[in-house]
């Protein structure tokens, strides 16, 4: 089983950043010889959405509603996914989830952070 601890979530004014992290453990991911990283976002009322994802060579993927302010990046010795989030909108407004799909014991397996709020104010 794999635990995602995310972090860097808060209050910031549009226009402002934030930078979120997740770190990956468990023994489980430890054993994984591929694994995607990335976050999910959840707006207030409206349904889970995927912002982006990184794959283990590293290529990123964005939502177009993202693209050009967020830039995601990872750090394997650290087992880390970072999330660098620009150019905040109010609509960026959501609990951001981390995400990670991986490969161990001859089986794709999937976990999910526990969400970290973050809140753009106009």
């Known amino acids: 089983q794999v635990q995602l601890v995310e972090s860097g979530g808060g209050l910031v004014q549009t226009g402002g950043s934030l930078r979120l992290s997740c770190v990956a453990s468990?023994?489980?991911?430890?054993?994984?010889?591929?694994?995607?990283m990335g976050w999910y976002r959840q707006p207030p009322e409206k349904e889970r959405e995927l912002v982006s994802l990184?794959?283990?060579?590293?290529?990123?993927r964005y939502a177009d509603s993202v693209k050009d302010r967020f830039i995601i990046s990872r750090d394997n010795t650290k087992n880390t996914v970072y999330l660098q989030m620009n150019s905040l909108k109010p609509e960026d407004t959501a609990v951001y989830y981390c995400?990670?799909?991986?490969?161990?014991?001859?089986?794709?397996?999937?976990?999910w952070g526990q969400g970290t709020q973050v809140t753009v104010s106009s």
């Open positions: 468990g023994s489980a991911f430890s054993r994984s010889t591929s694994n995607t």
């Open positions: 995400y990670v799909r991986y490969f161990t014991d001859n089986e794709w397996r999937a976990s």
């Open positions: 990184i794959s283990p060579s590293s290529s990123p």
